[in-house]
């Protein structure tokens, strides 16, 4: 039976790539201890090709075994997003309620993820059953992106199954199953191995073994090759269904996770560095009598945008704002739509940035308009992106100011994770009210005002699910879109907006997430998505503000003279 193996094997490359609820995944003991530098990562193009399947297994335990330990120097933002589902005898399943989570990700001593987020009240016994059910825990989906701490042929079955390309990336697909008593929280499926290097790029199934009351729920890892030679993980997908967890008996839920901040600073920091110019005496000219003191009102300008600046690059260091790229410009156009079309003089001058986490907020950071991932993900069209920064810039034009201390620098003294909770830039309910008002005015003289529908139905359809999905909907250093079916903002469009109807495939309301942005996991930049419209077959595949699988096009980074690469240990 080895030998046929074999045989298949080689008439393929002669054509030719948890969680857990209520417990963690084990840690298995040999793989405890922590590794403090990354091993070079050195292709293998150059080698010969494996001649047998037992060659090219040798091969991915040997680059899976230092990816585990690369993975143990990098500390990546970490982000899971879960909706728990229910039935609709016309739209299939819909989202009924959500859980968030947001961290830093560690594996120097196993699994660990440092919440970015407030924990919840109540730290008793007794808190525990005063938080609803079912209980997911962040870990066990962070840990979603390790195949196992320990992979190797003493632990596994590997059997080949084809080839298989998943984008430009030739695959050899594999399908995997630990060997009997080898311990539990072993990985069961599929993988994907790009033929070239032979990196694990996907990986598809569950863990295993099951103890009650604990649950491994099965999922689909990605990982995108961030540098030559390493590929590193991106999106996990998770999904079950009408599984029995004891004190919910009927279970289905979807999830994504997502992984960015590898390389925070470094890169841009390094570059800036090697781009010092000095220039030469002659070019110095004395500056003396121009020189001036700022008037009062330019002082004021000056501190305010100091402030400004200090949380900017105190948010972007941290990883939780986008740097500078292509998806502002698309933003300072719209803003300067409204600017220039109701005769506006802003000084300093307006500036738009993007919030890389998931829930769909807006706010702004002095005269900086930031608007989230999530919220470019969902918002339907232009004049419903215009919407949501004529509010923004409502508040600029009405002066409502950033808290100046923030221009003091040790403000910005303190630790990643308490980031939520030491900036917050949300503003009073009579500012969200004359924000609001002044908005309509702007949008009223604005290229928009013939299209505000589409802006007035997504805010029908974020009043009607901010009950259900109260994670999604919910600013966290802003004020909220939404506050239930009672409070929404720039509700005087509501009374234009037309009815709506989920049942309709020719009524988008709001986008499902992921629909507009993709990420960069190394260097934290963004870009809109360039895909063709897909039309519609069913109500069911509208999916506003929900959860979808990933499918990533695969490409493989290529070089010249990069073969080798050692990534620095964390700091």
Not at 44 to 67: C, H, K, Y
Not at 319 to 347: R, S
Request: with cysteine; glycine share 4%; net charge neutral.
């Amino acid at each position: 039976m080895r030998n046929r193996k074999s045989f298949l094997f080689l008439l393929a490359i002669a054509g030719l790539s948890l969680p857990l609820m209520g417990q963690d995944k084990p840690t298995p003991a040999d793989s405890a201890t922590p590794v403090s530098t990354a091993p070079a990562v050195t292709s293998q193009t150059n080698l010969a090709a494996p001649s047998s399947f037992d060659q090219v297994i040798d091969r991915v335990v040997v680059r899976e075994r230092a990816f585990n330990e690369q993975m143990r120097t990098l500390q990546p933002l970490v982000e899971t997003y879960i909706q728990t589902l229910s039935a609709d005898h016309e739209l299939g399943l819909v989202p009924a309620s959500d859980n968030y989570f947001l961290g830093k990700l560690s594996l120097k001593n196993g699994v660990e993820d440092r919440s970015f987020l407030e924990p919840p009240r109540g730290q008793g016994f007794l808190s525990r059953f005063a938080k609803p059910f079912p209980r997911f825990i962040s870990r066990g989906f962070a840990q979603m992106a390790i195949m196992d701490t320990t992979f190797d042929r003493s632990k596994y079955d590997f059997s080949f199954i084809r080839r298989e390309f998943l984008g430009e990336v030739r695959c050899l697909v594999i399908d995997v199953q630990p060997k009997k008593d080898t311990g539990n929280g072993r990985f069961i499926g599929r993988i994907w191995v790009e033929d070239q290097d032979y990196n694990v790029v996907r990986f598809n199934g569950t863990y295993g073994p099951i103890h009650r009351p604990a649950h491994y729920f099965h999922f689909d890892s990605w990982r995108l090759n961030m540098r030559p030679g390493v590929w590193l993980p991106a999106y996990v997908y998770s999904e079950e269904s009408h599984i029995d967890m004891g004190l919910v008996h009927d279970l289905t839920f979807k999830a994504q996770t997502r992984l960015w901040g590898y390389n925070l600073g470094t890169a841009a920091k390094n570059e800036e560095f090697t781009q010092i110019v000095i220039d030469s005496p002659q070019s110095v000219q004395d500056q003396s009598q121009a020189a001036q003191d700022a008037t009062p009102v330019e002082s004021q300008r000056l501190w305010e945008r100091q402030a400004e600046d200090n949380a900017i690059e105190r948010m972007e260091k941290v990883g939780l704002l986008a740097p500078q790229g292509e998806v502002d410009k698309v933003l300072q156009t719209v803003a300067n739509n409204l600017i220039v079309t109701n005769n506006l003089n802003i000084e300093p001058e307006v500036r738009t940035r993007v919030l890389l986490t998931l829930p769909l907020e807006s706010f702004t950071i002095g005269h900086t308009i930031v608007l989230s991932r999530g919220l470019l993900d969902v918002l339907p069209d232009e004049a419903s992106l215009a919407m949501v920064i004529g509010h923004e810039l409502s508040h600029i034009t009405l002066g409502h100011r950033l808290d100046t201390t923030l221009a003091f620098n040790d403000k910005m003294f303190f630790s990643d994770e308490n980031t939520m909770s030491r900036l917050d830039f949300s503003h009073s309910p009579e500012e969200e009210a004359a924000a609001d008002k002044r908005a309509m005015e702007m949008l009223t003289n604005s290229p928009y005002k013939d299209k505000l529908q589409s802006s007035a139905l997504f805010l029908k359809a974020l009043q009607a699910r901010a009950p259900d999905l109260k994670n999604l909907i919910r600013s966290h250093l802003g004020n909220n879109l939404a506050d239930g079916k009672e409070t929404v903002r720039m509700a005087a469009l509501l009374q234009s907006a037309p009815q709506l109807d989920m049942r309709k495939t020719d009524q988008i309301a709001a986008l499902p997430l992921g629909a507009r942005v993709k990420l960069d996991p190394w260097t934290s930049r963004i870009e809109l998505v360039k895909t063709k419209p897909v039309a519609l077959t069913s109500a069911r595949e509208k999916m506003p503000f929900e959860v979808t699988p990933f499918f990533p096009y695969l490409t493989r980074l290529n070089t010249p003279g990069a073969e080798k690469m050692a990534l620095a240990p964390a700091k």
